[in-house]
């Protein structure tokens, strides 16, 4: 479809939308409960259609699919119809003495018309997901999928068109003008997932309507790996979370800090576990069914070169860094001897690349953080609740986890998202809720009970004893 037309389609859908969205405001909770009912039962009666898509862009393992792009979208429904009129309810607030005589509450309406544009490296859950919160929040959405996931975007679209009518959700597939053509309409709130270079051209785009913004960007996540911990249940948490996805992970380990005194223990642990996830049979990893493949040429291409740069600048090879190009194979790769002069220790690696870098103190890998971006995750692993402390009060990151990877993004309860660099707003289950969401503050007056005619110009004598009086006591 010439990108006139997908303008002109746009347009008219942009419209319908920001219409229906003004009665969307009175919308029940049982009505978005029935929204979200349909979408969960959609999924459920799709689930091999999913797995093929996705698995088709880039060869994601079929278990993977069920847990970090279904199980995760379908437990996101699952606690937004469990919880979404408690979270709708008017919230009242205590009356302050200075108001006595007023009631106050918040009262949660709709934002409007949202824009979603979701990435390519989990299609199917950070497309959804947002949508699962719009709904809850009596949103309607234009959903931009990625156009390097072609085979998901298009599953994405076909359920959204058997679900909803244009006026509620639609899908537009597309390449950079698409993206660009929907930046340019007046939204009431835009929830992108992507990196902190294109976050910021959003963030411009958004600016020129006043538009609120989700953010859910990236950088550089480290772990920190204390002497004083199991190492072989570190080095499993730490191969699992950096090389699911073939390390295409907004929240994966992107670079490990590792106390100097167990480096090399370390690096070990994490060879053999690499082994049993991998490649427990001695075939290759190439040849495992369970490791996925990078999305495309041109990503391939860009991580190819980070491994190049780094082993020309002194880097070594600890374990991997085979490249099977035909295949889109980039095999598991550990990286020791990194200096700061290196691309990898610069830029987000999004891929299965792994530098490590040792430490001696816990207040040196402290200030290496500190002189940084702040992440989207950090990874604290320790048995000393002393170094877990020092590192949550002295660092600043979107997310921490101690002893573990990446699993908070499966707690509902938590809000998800960065600080800074690596986003800005939060996400998943209430925190969703509220980011398409306006808080509307809501007081009511009793006629003629509070509001002092003595407060009134002219400021006369009793007036001013008033005012006197509430600078003294309040």
Known sequence: MPNLEINQLIDHT????????????????????????????????????????????????????????????????????????????????????????????????????????????????????????ALAAGCNAIIKPSEMTPHASALIRRMIEELFEPDTVAVFEGDLEVSQHLLSKPFDHIFFTGSPSVGKIIMKAAAENLTSVTLELGGKSPAIIDKDIDLQDAAAKVAWGKFVNCGQTCIAPDYILVHSDVQSEFVNALRNELHKMYDPHKKGIENSSDYARIVNDKHLNRLSYLLSDAISKGAKIDFGGRILPKDNYFEPTLLTAITENMDVSQEEIFGPILPIIAYNKTDDAISYLNSRPK????????????????????????????????????????????????????????????????????????????????????????????????????
């Open 14 to 133: 942009f419209s319908l939308q920001k219409s229906k969205s003004i009665s969307l405001r009175e919308s029940s909770s049982q009505h978005r409960i029935k929204q979200l009912e349909n979408l969960s039962g959609w999924i459920k009666n799709h689930h091999e259609d999913i797995r093929k898509a996705i698995h088709a862009d880039f060869k994601k393992p079929y278990p993977e699919i069920d847990i970090t792009e279904i199980f995760v979208v379908t437990s996101e429904i699952k606690n937004a119809i469990k919880n979404l009129q408690d979270w709708m309810k008017p919230k009242k607030v205590s009356t302050p003495l200075t108001l006595l005589g007023t009631s106050s509450y918040i009262q949660y309406e709709p934002k409007g018309t949202s824009l979603i544009i979701a990435p390519w490296n989990y299609p199917f859950n950070l497309a959804i997901g947002p949508l699962i919160s």
């Open 375 to 474: 992440p989207l995750a950090l990874y604290a692993f320790s048995n000393n609740q002393e170094v877990i402390d020092s590192i949550l009060l002295q660092t600043s990151s979107g997310g921490v986890v101690a002893n573990d990877c990446v699993i908070h993004f499966l707690h509902h309860d938590l809000p998800f998202g960065g600080v800074n660099n690596s986003g800005i707003g939060k996400a998943h289950g209430h925190h969703g809720f509220l980011a398409f969401s306006n808080e509307k503050a809501i007081l009511k007056q009793r006629k003629g009970l509070t509001s002092s005619k003595s407060l009134y110009p002219p400021y006369g004598f009793a007036g001013k004893k008033i005012t006197e009086a509430l600078l003294k006591w309040f």
